[in-house]
């Protein structure tokens, strides 16, 4: 079968299994149906789009998934290891993309408000539900929209400040094999306000599994939200997620995204700064190994004057991994006085792993000031023959340094737990990888 | 901008006038027919017949691409004269023969087409629509074992030469632009550098459009043999015309072991009026192969005409410490569209590439850098580094950069940086405050601004360059 | 140096004038002899670096009443690089940094425009390099700095000096220093005020815009304005700087206050 068909028939099964009667919440119902509408006309994507020219769908189109019809058994104990001490009575857990009551703590909220999508009816939903990342943006985003039949809402009311981490936690069992999961996460700050929100993806089995998730950020007026994703799934599974935020006015929006899992992931975000003196941060740190491939695209949108904003991504590449960042910052006409930078650095560990990378800078104002870096290559040997020169032996050196180049996104991430606790994974990769020369 | 800087852009195109003079033209339009009479119009050996005939059914298969960040019409491909030459009595033996109207053209160009006349170490081969004129100090540089003729006598006295490299840095079928090229191309250069000789002075080709309803379609090819050494350049002008001309150039560069390409290009074609009337489609495929160990091949560009530029002066870095090189300024104005940048392919170990792009953009102009650095897994040790600035003066323009980097081994460093930049208002005021009027600041910030790619070129057109920016910014800034 | 008799290079009349529509300076008047130092003080927002910047020409500000003669000319019908070249200089409070243009270029130009202005001949660059190289002295700047791009990657403490290699350089009638101290370190502020020092001279004329009174220590001025509101409301000695800074602005503003205080 060629490539073709074979995504034809993907697609078709795909949106075939989308009708199996389990239920959806009332609140995505009429997004759903403007997605299958978009998806009779649609076909997944290939190399020949730009948008996708560096990655193939091949590991997503080798196996068929299929919703599951009830959530795998996992006890407290089985997560005990991915739960935030900081974010304790803050916790909405979903396993196989069902909401699970018993692994929440929904204990300290406060005045949020937290709760799972299918609890919330047609009316006290999030309005703008379903505007930032409209099912129609592309195939991908509309199939995760057609999947979703479950997902978090988290919305911070004006001028509260919370400074302890909410945590949304997706746990997949692993149970079975070809499970189909699809969250959908809305994150709203209210006018001068200011939270942290975690979003972690965990497994507690390696099994062949398909994420597709969508993210809606609104940022407050004047609110101030960090955002911390961490995707540590199964390294047989994909995970595709579009992650899309609306910035306010002065609002302040912090994005530190972390990918370590999936055999096949894609991390789709934009920021868009709709109003004046957006402030926006997006790091993000690939480590991959074996098999993995890891595509970031990030588009930083600039409409309105003296915004700012300040991306950084780290790869870190062994085996016969592949990376690919496309970063673009796109400034236009009426975002005078814009001030962004963006870095991108990538390391390869190994002869066989490659990375593509595309900084972009589209600037339609000219009262700005762009830049934009992209460096690859292996640690530098002035460095490491400086630890040596201290009596550090040549693995070390090179752990140490592979390590250093992480941290400088780890550092950033004000949970301690998990920072410690991507730290020790990083750490074990890094020496793993030095230990197999 | 707030004051002057809209004051200094748009002196008059000074090279916008047509030539009257005969030409002998085949009809609008292209079929295998066509292709057929310019072959044999050139009385051209079967093997390039049926180069071109393969090219042509090629080209039938494939599609226009539209992936570069510009705009235009359709363009129809049977509205256009494939052949158009100035006719001649007979066979020119010396410059004496060519047509007077023809001398004065160039001469108004300032390409003066006798000898004497001549800046003493510049060789030019002159191309007038589809055929090349004349070539200068064609003797002298025979004496040294070069060969620099148009591509029609090379076919004729060097058939082996040109068999055996045509086509192989870019095969027809390698894109839309190359295929069509390959089919119906009419002259252009042809550059011979045997082993050990260092050319003994800048060879250059001057490219004329005359014919309103003619495309362009030379062919450039330059082949420096093992520890060869040659600096070429090319310069270009066009009528002012409010039709759009099609001007689809290809250029194979072939340096073996040790050897050494400058290849510089000034190119000046009109580039339309101020609302995007006329002008040329300037789509030209440019590609070195640097085939021998510690070969070099150096791309230098002053991008300042055409309606719609849309070309990639790339280097196939194969042979082992090869270097490839790319030097650009693209300045557009008005309602120009570049879409420029190059390809730095590496395949041999320890290969090595710079990239320094400047791209000015005024009006209501785009310009787009993009390239691609990609490193293969053999390419050991690889380097490569990039700088790609744009400069924006004014509201309604854009500068976009895309740059591709593709690293497939771990012992390679790629390193890319980019920044935007302006002529403020506050700059302005601060050149003014110590008495400097608004021409010479912009002309100061844009020297300085392209200063790194100014340095690149031959002495005699450095001085060239920059006083045609500096033309082209008149009254842009303000 | 106050000489009753000297002749006036800068007289301003009842000057008004306003960015984006808000007035700013309300009926500023000033004369400046030759030989004269001036100090012009006040609180943050009074309208001092305001009236640096429309002496200048910005073209952000807009003259809405009043006259300055220059010399004999009208300054205010001349544009920002004619001042410049009859004579007028500015050091820039936040100097602009020009990239890829040199330093050694950019005072060449300047200096040779003003030469075509006043008649001189013009310098060719092994001429300009010798005298610039003499110049750069007043400040002890290297001559490596010539080399380098406008203000590109200058310290702060760097780039002020720099104003003054450009005035030492363009030889002004009135140098207008606007917060030249600001952002100096002491040892900084020394070689700075020195080199203005040198410069100054029975033909031409210094005019400070600061707000603290210690850069007054290095470069001492016949007359302290005080500036409130967009108007000068007391003038003195070098004495009611020393006030000032012991007293602060708010008791002359309460006394601006009464009428006929001033």
């Known amino acids: ?437 | 901008m707030s004051i002057q800087v809209e004051k200094v852009i748009n002196r008059p195109y000074e090279a916008g006038f047509v030539t009257p003079i005969e030409a002998e033209m085949l009809p609008k339009g292209l079929n295998e027919d066509v292709v057929r009479m310019i072959s044999a119009k050139k009385g051209e050996p079967d093997w390039l017949l049926d180069f071109r005939l393969r090219a042509y059914r090629h080209w039938l298969t494939m599609t226009e691409p539209h992936w570069a960040h510009a705009t235009y019409p359709p363009i129809d491909y049977q509205d256009i004269v494939y052949y158009s030459a100035p006719k001649q009595k007979k066979k020119l033996e010396s410059i004496d023969e060519v047509d007077p109207e023809l001398i004065r053209t160039f001469e108004k160009l300032g390409i003066p087409l006798h000898e004497q006349k001549m800046l003493a170490n510049v060789a030019v081969d002159v191309v007038f629509d589809s055929v090349s004129v004349t070539t200068t100090f064609k003797e002298k540089l025979k004496a040294a074992g070069v060969i620099f003729c148009s591509f029609s006598e090379a076919v004729r006295d060097y058939p082996e030469l040109v068999k055996k490299y045509l086509g192989s840095v870019v095969p027809y079928t390698d894109n839309y632009f190359a295929a069509l090229n390959s089919a119906v191309f009419s002259d252009g250069s042809f550059c011979f550098v045997p082993r050990g000789v260092t050319c003994p002075m800048e060879l250059s080709t001057y490219f004329r459009i005359n014919t309103e309803e003619s495309g362009q379609f030379e062919r450039t090819l330059i082949v420096c043999e093992d520890g060869a050494k040659v600096s070429y350049l090319e310069g270009c002008t066009a009528p002012k015309f409010d039709t759009n001309q099609l001007h689809a150039a290809v250029v194979e560069l072939v340096a073996l072991d040790d050897a050494d390409i400058k290849y510089s290009t000034v190119q000046n074609w009109y580039a339309g009026d101020e609302n995007g009337v006329g002008g040329i489609y300037n789509f030209v495929t440019k590609r070195g192969l640097c085939k021998g160990k510690r070969s070099k091949i150096s791309w230098t560009q002053v991008e300042t005409g055409s309606a719609i530029t849309w070309k990639y002066p790339s280097c196939i870095l194969l042979g082992e410490e090869s270097v490839g090189e790319f030097y650009s300024v693209a300045l557009t104005n008005n309602c120009q569209q570049a879409d420029t940048g190059t390809k730095m392919i590496h395949i041999g170990p320890r290969t090595r590439s710079t990239i320094i792009s400047k791209g000015i953009s005024a009006g209501r102009s785009k310009n787009t850098y993009r390239g691609l650095v990609q490193v293969g897994p053999k390419a050991r040790q690889a380097r490569n580094y990039s700088q790609c600035d744009s400069m924006l003066i004014g509201q309604s323009c854009a500068a976009d950069t895309v740059p591709y980097i593709r690293v497939q081994n771990d012992s390679a460093k790629v390193e890319h940086e980019a920044t935007t930049s302006k002529i403020g208002a506050d700059q302005m005021f601060y050149f003014a405050q110590r008495g400097i009027g608004a021409e010479e600041a912009i002309a100061m910030i844009i020297n300085g601004f392209c200063k790194d790619v100014f340095t690149q070129l031959p002495m005699e057109f450095a001085v060239e360059a920059t006083k045609l920016l500096g033309l082209k910014l008149e009254n842009s800034v303000g | 140096m106050i000489q009753t008799n000297a002749p006036i290079l800068l007289e301003i009349d009842g000057l008004h004038a306003s960015v984006d529509g808000t007035p700013i300076l309300k009926g500023l008047s000033l004369v400046v002899r030759a030989g004269e130092v001036h100090a012009i003080m006040g609180p943050n927002g009074s309208g001092k670096s305001t009236l640096s910047k429309v002496l200048a020409g910005h073209p952000d500000y807009e003259v809405t009443a009043g006259s300055v003669k220059f010399l004999d000319r009208d300054l205010l019908a001349l544009e920002a690089e004619e001042r410049a070249r009859a004579g007028l200089f500015l050091a820039f409070q936040y100097p602009i940094e020009i990239p890829g243009v040199s330093n050694a270029a950019f005072l060449r130009q300047a200096y040779n425009t003003l030469a075509v202005a006043r008649g001189e001949e013009e310098l060719d660059p092994i001429e300009f390099d010798d005298y610039i190289n003499e110049r750069i002295k007043v400040v002890e700047l290297p001559a490596s700095f010539l080399e380098r791009s406008v203000n590109e990657g200058f310290s702060g403490g760097e780039k002020k000096r720099n104003e003054i290699v450009q005035m030492a350089v363009l030889n002004p009638k009135v140098a207008i220093l606007d917060e030249t101290d600001s952002g100096l370190d002491i040892d900084a502020l020394k070689t700075v005020s020195q080199g203005v020092n040198q410069l100054s001279n029975a033909e031409n004329a210094i005019i400070m815009v600061t707000h603290y009174q210690r850069l007054l220590n290095y470069i001492v001025p016949d007359f302290v304005h005080v500036m409130a509101d967009g108007r000068l409301i007391k003038t003195g000695g070098k004495e009611l700087a020393q006030e000032l800074e012991s007293r602060g602005y708010d008791w002359l503003r309460s006394q601006a206050s009464t009428p006929g205080a001033v």
């Not at chain 1, 020219?53 to 997560?79: K, N, S, W």
């Not at chain 1, 975000?269 to 993000?284: K, Q």
């Open chain 1, 1 to 437: 079968m060629s490539a073709l068909t074979d995504s034809r028939h993907w697609l078709a099964s795909a949106l075939t299994d989308s009708q199996q009667p389990i239920t959806t919440p009332s609140v995505t119902q009429g997004l759903q149906e403007r997605a299958r509408t978009y998806l009779q006309d649609a076909a997944l994507p290939t190399a020949h789009e730009e948008d996708w020219r560096f990655m193939t769908l091949v590991p997503l189109l080798e196996h068929t998934y299929q919703t599951p019809a009830r959530a795998g058994h996992i006890l407290l104990p089985d997560i005990s290891r991915f739960i935030l001490p900081e974010a304790e009575g803050r916790r909405l857990t979903f396993v196989d993309g069902y909401f699970s009551p018993e692994l929440s703590n929904l204990s300290e909220l406060g005045s949020i408000v937290l709760r799972p999508l299918g609890t919330l009816n047609d009316t006290d939903g999030p309005r703008a539900l379903g505007s930032i990342a409209p099912p129609e943006s592309d195939t991908m985003t509309a199939l995760a929209t057609l999947f979703g039949r479950e997902g978090a809402c988290l919305e911070v009311p004006p001028g509260v400040n919370e400074p302890r981490p909410i945590h949304l936690l997706f746990v997949s069992s692993g149970a079975r094999e070809g499970v189909r999961i699809a969250p959908r996460i809305w994150i709203s700050t209210g006018p001068r306000s200011k939270a942290t929100v975690v979003q972690t993806y965990v497994a507690t089995h390696e099994t062949v599994q398909a994420v597709h998730a969508i993210t809606e950020v609104a940022v407050g007026e004047e609110s101030e939200l960090t955002h911390i994703r961490v995707q540590s799934e199964s390294r047989m599974g994909c995970h595709f997620e579009r992650c899309a935020a609306n910035l306010g006015l002065r609002a302040r929006y912090t994005l530190r995204n972390i990918t370590l899992g999936g055999r096949l992931s894609r991390f789709d975000v934009s920021i868009d700064g709709v109003e004046t003196e957006m402030n926006a941060t997006l790091d993000g740190l690939a480590l991959l190994a074996g098999d993995q491939e890891a595509d970031t695209r990030s588009q930083l949108i600039h409409r309105k004057p003296h915004g700012q904003s300040r991306q950084s991504q780290r790869m870190i590449l062994d085996g016969c991994s592949h990376a690919v960042f496309r970063g673009l910052i796109r400034v236009h006409p009426q975002a005078q006085q814009t001030d962004s930078a963006q870095s991108s650095r990538g390391l390869l560990l190994s002869s066989d792993s490659r990375i593509d990378t595309k900084p972009e800078l589209a600037i339609e104002a000219d009262d700005v000031k762009c830049a934009h870096g992209a460096a690859i290559g292996q640690l530098d040997e002035e460095q490491l023959f400086y630890l040596r020169a201290r009596g550090i032996s040549e693995s070390d050196a090179r752990a140490l340094l592979t390590f250093a180049f992480a941290a400088e996104v780890l550092e950033n991430i004000p949970i301690h737990s998990l920072r410690k606790q991507l730290q020790a994974v990083v750490l074990g990769r890094t020496q793993r990888a030095e230990s197999k020369k």
